[in-house]
């Protein structure tokens, strides 16, 4: 790796959901330029220079290997992946989903066609430096001869700048570490261990696994369900309860979240699927005991797949005494946990559909699901 470089930018928008673009502008910094070393407070202005609604503005420190123009490059096609487009025949200001500007690079001077450092104009913006301040109130202004602080004592725009409550978390996996347990759910087949994997291995999280494959019901109940389907839930419920009491009772100080390629409630969906009713009703008794005591996830995150595809994924996965899985079993299963989701809508559950995605092969399906998990905490927390 190259010599690395300290980059102040600033970032705004006025549309929409306007902190939601800012924390997604940071993410996509983070991923693509370098690491975030610092975030400002949030500030919210009126708009300056045209009639619009008010701003959220932000700043913050980036550490990259990238040249100038590769920084403005990179920031540009963030924009523009959120929304934005700058037209060069447009004179003025407009509204607009994501602004970043590049502020600062170490204390290099330049004047270029298409960029200016230090910035041009950040010395007469309050709502530019007040963020700044925050994270860089000493940084000296190299052509202006004046720390950050000074340069907002004197500035002379009178705009209101007001702090929010908003809070800009560095990286996707500050970001996460917000929650304390994903559980991630789906039929038999659908992707939920590698999934949790992944996300376990990327952001830092302590891993919960079901524990079942040496189930001695298991393969019995595939071949003859009516005689083993008690014994074989209430196996798998008693392992579960035990199971994911332990896993979950102590977090680990080492790790951000936990992330669970199951939830004890798919006993009750899938008890309800495979017994009859004298026995889901006894079963059920146990299991609300049961229930009260465990862990509740803060994101339910529920992988739905069609039953080709599902029954494809179970071919491929090549477990032998999964082969005779029936499609209507499936549906089942899928109506069952559909079902589940109605009924408890207090709970913050998101579905997705893979049935045409792959998130193992191809690296964009796999970051649709992270920023749906990321556009389900923003709307919860604001």
């Known amino acids: 790796m190259g010599a690395?470089?300290?980059?102040?930018?600033?970032?705004?928008?006025?549309?929409?959901h306007r902190f939601r673009y800012l924390q997604k502008?940071?993410?996509?910094?983070?991923?693509?330029?370098?690491?975030?070393?610092?975030?400002?407070q949030v500030y919210e202005n009126p708009a300056v220079g045209f009639e619009g609604d008010p701003f959220l503005n932000a700043c913050i420190l980036v550490e990259t290997s990238m040249s100038p123009a590769t920084v403005l490059d990179t920031a540009l096609h963030i924009e523009q992946t959120y929304?934005?487009?700058?037209?060069a025949n447009t004179t003025g200001y407009a509204s607009r989903t994501l602004d970043i500007d590049v502020l600062l690079y170490d204390n290099v001077l330049l004047d270029s066609e298409t960029l200016t450092l230090p910035h041009p104009k950040m010395a007469e913006r309050a709502f530019v430096l007040k963020p700044l301040?925050?994270?860089?109130?000493q940084y000296y202004h190299p052509l202006?001869?004046?720390?950050?602080?000074?340069?907002?004592?004197?500035?002379?725009?009178?705009?209101?700048?007001?702090?929010?409550?908003?809070?800009l978390f560095k990286s996707r996996e500050h970001f996460f570490s917000q929650v304390q347990l994903?559980?991630?759910?789906?039929?038999i087949g659908a992707g939920k261990t590698s999934l949790a994997r992944m996300i376990s291995e990327d952001f830092n999280a302590k891993l919960v696994l079901e524990r079942f494959a040496d189930n001695a019901f298991l393969p019995k109940f595939y071949e003859d369900p009516t005689r083993f389907a008690f014994p074989l839930e209430m196996s798998?419920?008693?392992d579960r309860y035990?199971?994911?009491?332990e896993d979950t009772a102590q977090f680990d100080l080492f790790k951000n979240f936990m992330v669970s390629d199951y939830d004890i409630f798919k006993s009750l969906i899938f008890a309800q699927i495979t017994l009859q009713k004298d026995e889901f009703k006894l079963y059920r008794k146990l299991f609300n005991f049961m229930y009260k005591e465990i862990k509740k996830p803060d994101i339910y995150l529920f992988l739905y797949q069609n039953t080709d595809r599902l029954l494809e994924n179970i071919k491929n996965r090549g477990r032998t005494y999964e082969q005779n899985i029936e499609a209507q079993y499936l549906e089942k299963i899928n109506r069952g946990y559909l079902d589940f989701l109605k009924e408890h809508p207090q709970q913050n559950s998101i579905v997705l559909d893979l049935s045409e995605l792959d998130f193992i092969k191809h690296p964009k399906d796999y970051t649709f699901i992270l920023e749906q998990l990321e556009d389900n905490l923003l709307d919860k927390a604001f």
């Open 25 to 40: 502008g940071v993410i996509a910094i983070a991923e693509k330029m370098g690491e975030v070393l610092k975030t400002s």
């Open 144 to 167: 202006l001869q004046k720390d950050i602080r000074n340069l907002l004592q004197e500035c002379k725009d009178r705009v209101a700048v007001q702090k929010t409550k908003h809070q």
């Open 242 to 245: 035990q199971q994911f009491s």
């Open 182 to 187: 994903i559980a991630i759910e789906g039929s």
């Open 133 to 137: 301040a925050d994270i860089a109130p």
């Open 83 to 87: 929304g934005r487009t700058r037209d």
């Open 4 to 16: 690395t470089h300290q980059v102040y930018l600033s970032l705004g928008s006025n549309l929409e």
């Open 236 to 238: 798998f419920l008693a």
